[in-house]
């Protein structure tokens, strides 16, 4: 009976989610690199733009009421049906209010025309993805994320079929955004016909003024961290388009999703941790110190040299896949790859705040990070373009790290001495990795010099016992749990 427990059934689902977030990433990347090199850096600037501005306004729709939902759901009984009727009526107020609010923005910004209608156009499939959250937090809460699961990756699927037969006869990013929202009409339908269908539940909005109102107080924690990190990962795209326009946005979306496609490895990595952190801070302090710094040591042995080895290829890569269209995006991609092992760190230490009730310091770091950034953006974008994009969101991913660095360590101790000696030794494998990549840069194909190098690289790392059979069998034992 154990194994059929929701806590069980949880974890279970938590891992088949984790496989299905790496394909959906994989495919989605696949995706915007194809629609980059067909479309041009203008045409996927002002592509990326639409997207980026609304997303900054879809988390003043949420409110962090779809984390709230998941979590009162997984403990309520009889009230799930007010819960739920409320939130959608609270959503249906706040849709009009965005709505507005957005329209408001973007002509008093004075865009073109055509911007104005891809951003309203990616409205339409803002709201449908809010909603689609709301329905996939309440299935969540009654302890199922196989459905989401199934439902991401064909998301994907439908965006790469339609936009790759779209391609074939428009580059127009009014109708490849349409392909986003044929997408999104599908999740919506299929998460609304689960809950209908499968748990009987009647997504009726009704507003009772003062459970409503009790909603938005507890639902306001949720909502800060949200936001906060939402402001700051989509305001470069914002300042970039009004500061230097559609093309600069255009250079600086490809590396940055070039940098961002590779989060799924530490949020799989803390999927698998977070349970653990969360048990051993409870009952044993030791091993939590333990599993920690490793995390971090690990996640450095993993992100130090794809930072180096795309640093050091970023040419190579951008010339034979992007073309020389996006020679431009050489440098930015250079910078920007640096913030990785930066980006990588901050999630365990992100995930042991969370672990140790202390979310409310996590969500101040968030907040202190967002104001770096947009300072920062507002300083560099005018005069070095996504280049300066680029080196604020180093500045504000430093900042970030060391926040949580400061805060982490009030909950364990840092092993500052092994921490110090395995990055030390990481570093000199990377070095050993990029002179091989030097080396062959003229003598190999540049697919064949990258496996050579990194093959070279995983040698060094049991050579210099930065990994030894130990923390193969440590890994393994995470992952698998």
Same mark, same amino acid.
């Given at each position: 009976?154990?194994?059929?427990?929701?806590?069980?059934?949880?974890?279970?689902?938590?891992?088949?989610?984790?496989?299905?977030?790496?394909?959906?990433?994989?495919?989605?990347?696949?995706?915007?690199?194809?629609?980059?090199?067909?479309?041009?850096?203008?045409?996927?600037?002002?592509?990326?733009?639409?997207?980026?501005?609304?997303?900054?306004?879809? %988390?003043?729709?949420?409110?962090?009421?779809?984390?709230?939902?998941?979590?009162?759901?997984?403990?309520?009984?009889?009230?799930?049906?007010?819960?739920?009727?409320?939130?959608?009526? /609270?959503?249906?107020?706040?849709?009009?209010?965005?709505?507005?609010?957005?329209?408001?923005?973007?002509?008093?910004?004075?865009?073109?025309?055509?911007?104005?209608?891809?951003?309203?156009?990616?409205?339409?499939?803002?709201?449908?993805?809010?909603?689609?959250?709301?329905?996939?937090?309440?299935?969540?809460?009654?302890?199922?994320?196989?459905? &989401?699961?199934?439902?991401?990756?064909?998301?994907?699927?439908?965006?790469?079929?339609?936009?790759?037969?779209?391609?074939?006869?428009?580059?127009?990013?009014?109708?490849?955004?349409?392909?986003?929202?044929?997408?999104?009409?599908?999740?919506?339908?299929?998460?609304?016909?689960?809950?209908?269908?499968?748990?009987?539940?009647?997504?009726?909005?009704?507003?009772?003024?003062?459970?409503?109102?009790?909603?938005?107080?507890?639902?306001?924690?949720?909502?800060?961290?949200?936001?906060?990190?939402?402001?700051?990962?989509?305001?470069?795209?914002?300042?970039?388009?009004?500061?230097?326009?559609?093309?600069?946005?255009?250079?600086?979306?490809?590396?940055?999703?070039?940098?961002?496609?590779?989060?799924? /490895?530490?949020?799989?990595?803390?999927?698998?941790?977070?349970?653990?952190?969360?048990?051993?801070?409870?009952?044993?302090?030791?091993?939590?110190?333990?599993?920690?710094?490793?995390?971090?040591?690990?996640?450095? %042995?993993?992100?130090?040299?794809?930072?180096?080895?795309?640093?050091?290829?970023?040419?190579?890569?951008?010339?034979? /896949?992007?073309?020389?269209?996006?020679?431009?995006?050489?440098?930015?991609?250079?910078?920007?790859?640096?913030?990785?092992?930066?980006?990588?760190?901050?999630?365990?230490?992100?995930?042991?705040?969370?672990?140790?009730?202390?979310?409310?310091?996590?969500?101040?770091?968030?907040?202190?990070?967002?104001?770096?950034?947009?300072?920062?953006?507002?300083?560099?974008?005018?005069?070095?373009?996504?280049?300066?994009?680029?080196?604020?969101?180093?500045?504000?991913?430093?900042?970030?790290?060391?926040?949580?660095?400061?805060?982490?360590?009030?909950?364990?101790?840092?092993?500052?001495?092994?921490?110090?000696?395995?990055?030390?030794?990481?570093?000199?494998?990377?070095?050993?990795?990029?002179?091989?990549?030097?080396?062959?840069?003229?003598?190999?194909?540049?697919?064949?010099?990258?496996?050579?190098?990194?093959?070279?690289?995983?040698?060094?790392?049991?050579?210099?016992?930065?990994?030894?059979? &130990?923390?193969?069998?440590?890994?393994?034992?995470?992952?698998?749990?």
């Amino acid at each position: 009976m154990e194994n059929n427990s929701p806590s069980n059934k949880l974890v279970k689902n938590t891992g088949y989610f984790t496989i299905a977030l790496v394909i959906q990433k994989v495919i989605s990347f696949t995706y915007f690199s194809y629609l980059a090199t067909q479309i041009g850096s203008e045409k996927i600037g002002q592509y990326f733009f639409a997207i980026s501005f609304v997303t900054i306004f879809s %988390v003043f729709l949420d409110f962090g009421l779809s984390s709230l939902l998941t979590r009162e759901i997984a403990k309520a009984r009889e009230t799930i049906q007010k819960l739920i009727s409320n939130v959608l009526a /609270i959503k249906l107020i706040t849709s009009v209010i965005i709505l507005f609010a957005i329209y408001i923005t973007i002509n008093l910004l004075n865009y073109s025309l055509d911007i104005k209608n891809l951003v309203y156009l990616s409205c339409i499939t803002m709201l449908i993805d809010s909603f689609t959250l709301t329905f996939w937090a309440i299935i969540r809460g009654k302890h199922n994320l196989g459905f &989401e699961s199934i439902a991401s990756i064909v998301f994907q699927i439908i965006v790469l079929i339609l936009g790759y037969v779209t391609l074939q006869y428009t580059h127009d990013p009014f109708l490849l955004l349409i392909v986003l929202l044929i997408a999104s009409s599908f999740n919506l339908i299929f998460s609304g016909s689960v809950l209908r269908f499968k748990y009987k539940i009647a997504l009726r909005p009704k507003l009772e003024k003062e459970f409503a109102k009790k909603l938005l107080i507890i639902a306001w924690p949720f909502a800060l961290a949200a936001i906060f990190m939402r402001i700051s990962g989509s305001i470069d795209s914002v300042f970039l388009s009004k500061f230097s326009g559609d093309q600069a946005v255009g250079y600086y979306s490809l590396p940055y999703k070039i940098t961002f496609a590779f989060q799924f /490895i530490p949020m799989a990595f803390v999927a698998s941790l977070y349970p653990a952190f969360t048990h051993f801070f409870n009952y044993e302090k030791e091993k939590l110190k333990n599993t920690f710094n490793k995390s971090l040591i690990y996640l450095s %042995v993993l992100s130090i040299p794809i930072a180096i080895g795309i640093s050091v290829m970023a040419r190579t890569i951008i010339l034979n /896949i992007y073309q020389e269209q996006y020679v431009p995006s050489i440098l930015t991609l250079q910078i920007l790859i640096c913030n990785l092992p930066l980006i990588f760190l901050t999630f365990p230490m992100g995930a042991l705040l969370n672990a140790a009730n202390l979310q409310k310091i996590h969500t101040r770091n968030i907040g202190f990070t967002m104001i770096v950034s947009i300072i920062a953006n507002i300083i560099l974008i005018p005069t070095y373009s996504h280049t300066g994009a680029a080196i604020a969101s180093i500045l504000a991913t430093i900042c970030y790290l060391i926040l949580n660095t400061i805060s982490s360590n009030k909950v364990v101790k840092f092993d500052t001495k092994i921490i110090a000696s395995s990055f030390f030794r990481v570093i000199l494998a990377c070095l050993i990795m990029a002179l091989s990549l030097f080396f062959f840069k003229d003598k190999l194909h540049w697919l064949l010099n990258i496996a050579l190098s990194g093959s070279l690289y995983i040698i060094m790392t049991f050579i210099l016992r930065i990994l030894t059979k &130990e923390d193969l069998i440590f890994l393994k034992q995470i992952f698998k749990k």
